[in-house]
């Protein structure tokens, strides 16, 4: 099974401040690596997919880049919708697996 | 715009079989492109994927819940269905139905979610 390791867990960051989240896999998994950002009480929203693909309606200040195994989602300049728990999960080898998820909070 | 609506008994007793149902609106569920997977939450913690399913029911599932899942498709009633037996407390969740294609493998589509407690 491939372990996903985001870090940090948790951050707190100032408005319109850039924000890095990474995702290390235990083996390569290409770019078969997707972030989620998941609100309270809410279903997870896919934000980008094979690492770096963006999703409609998704704001721009959204990236995400890397491969093999080592992934960052880049959020430039945050805002306060931005606040949520954000994961990455795998899909190149079964069974699929989710990071443990990285909270960002407004400080 | 595609929909998906969880639904089944919230409170369950240990030892006793999880039933739940997804219906799918707004699109195919029969399409030849898509898989529908289930994925739960554990009250405070991360997400893990239990397994998925094509609608002519090939299956792909979680080794570590493997001997007690099975998920099928209904494509007369448009739903897909998660069986969990001799649940225990450990299967306390939220449980997300969710949907990728063919070839995009990233869940572009969830369900609200809904809460099973294992309970006596």
């Known amino acids: 099974e491939i372990v996903l390791t985001q870090s940090p867990d948790f951050q707190s960051v100032t408005p319109k401040e850039k924000v890095t989240i990474t995702c290390r896999a235990s083996q390569s998994i290409g770019t078969a690596l997707h972030w989620y950002q998941q609100k309270p009480h809410q279903s997870p929203k896919l934000f980008i997919k094979y690492a770096s693909q963006s999703i409609s309606g998704v704001p721009s200040r959204f990236s995400g880049s890397g491969s093999g195994t080592d992934f960052t989602l880049t959020i430039n300049g945050l805002e306060a919708e931005d606040v949520a728990t954000y994961y990455c999960?795998?899909?190149?080898?079964?069974?699929?697996?989710f990071g443990q998820g990285t909270k960002v909070e407004i400080k | 715009q595609l929909q998906l609506q969880e639904s089944g008994p919230g409170l369950v007793r240990p030892s006793e079989t999880l039933s739940l149902s997804c219906t799918v609106s707004?699109?195919?569920?029969?399409?030849?492109?898509?898989?529908w997977g289930w994925i739960r939450q554990a009250p405070g913690k991360g997400l893990e994927w239990i397994g998925s399913?094509?609608?002519?029911?090939?299956?792909n599932y979680n080794p570590s819940l493997k001997s007690r899942v099975t998920m099928s498709v209904d494509t007369s009633k448009i739903r897909v269905s998660l069986k969990l037996t001799s649940v225990s407390a450990a299967d306390t969740a939220v449980y997300f139905c969710a949907r990728h294609s063919g070839v995009n493998y990233a869940y572009e589509y969830w369900g609200q979610g809904i809460l099973v407690t294992v309970s006596s």
């Open positions: 999960h795998q899909s190149s080898s079964l069974p699929w697996t």
């Open positions: 399913v094509y609608y002519l029911g090939s299956t």
């Open positions: 707004g699109g195919s569920i029969s399409s030849g492109t898509y898989y």
